[in-house]
């Protein structure tokens, strides 16, 4: 019998576990000592909020990121086939949402391994819901080009597709270029689209705010190097 692929939510900064995490979901990563993670220095520090630093040096961790090539992503599931259960973590909140890890989702499913998705904070998620944008049609887009042309051309069809469709169109960017992505929104789009800037998200910080696009250009928010969910709205 093969083992479980737990796939288990990372927090999504320094805050208060209990917060965001179901204590079930915790009785569960206690019983594992096999994962697959984007960051090992990261994920110890997770592993350690949720109460496992005693066992942290008979955990083994396994390195799964963008730089992963195929072969290596099939090697991670041998321990799985031969009847190991094991954690998925990616850096902060759910793997393979915005994060590596679908291909071995994907890979597991193809082996019959049992995928199980644990509860806890998505960013994408807790921003839409707080947004007051559409929720019953959304799109999330990742990231948005780095060059501003290619950037602008973007931020013009999501506005247009979001009129089109009725749809909220949802994406990040690394936090130290939020300012030059806000101020490219801000440009770039009507005054009448409602944005949204979903910031630290269930941190004690946190701030959530929806404005129309002409509003927003009266008093920017200090998002510098603070992770944000955007949403924008021209339905």
């Keep these: 019998m093969t083992g479980i692929l737990y796939l288990i939510p990372a927090p999504l900064g320094h805050g208060d576990i209990s917060y965001v995490m ?121 990231y948005l080009p780095v060059d501003i042309n290619e950037r602008i051309k973007k931020i013009l069809e999501l506005e247009k597709t979001s009129k089109a469709l009725d749809q909220t169109e949802i994406f990040i960017e690394a936090p130290y270029r939020n300012r030059k992505l806000l101020q490219s929104l801000l440009d770039t789009c009507r005054g009448t689209t409602l944005l949204c800037l979903a910031t630290d998200i269930t941190l004690e910080s946190e701030n959530i705010s929806t404005k129309h696009v002409s509003e927003w250009k009266s008093g920017l928010p200090d998002i510098n190097r603070r992770p944000t969910v955007f949403l924008l709205y021209s339905g």
């Design 22 to 142: 179901p204590q079930g979901v915790k009785h569960i990563i206690a019983t594992l000592d096999f994962f697959i993670v984007e960051n090992a220095k990261t994920a110890r520090q997770h592993l350690a909020m949720l109460g496992l630093s005693a066992k942290l040096q008979h955990i083994q961790l396994e390195v799964l990121d963008e730089h992963c090539r195929r072969e290596d992503v099939t090697a991670l599931l041998k321990p799985l086939l031969l009847g190991k259960n094991a954690g998925l973590m990616s850096e902060a909140g759910y793997p393979a949402v915005a994060d590596p890890g679908a291909d071995l989702i994907k890979l597991a499913h193809a082996n019959r391994i049992r995928v199980v998705p644990l509860a806890g904070p998505s960013a994408i998620l807790l921003a839409l819901m707080a947004s007051g944008l559409n929720g019953q049609r959304f799109a999330f887009h990742g």
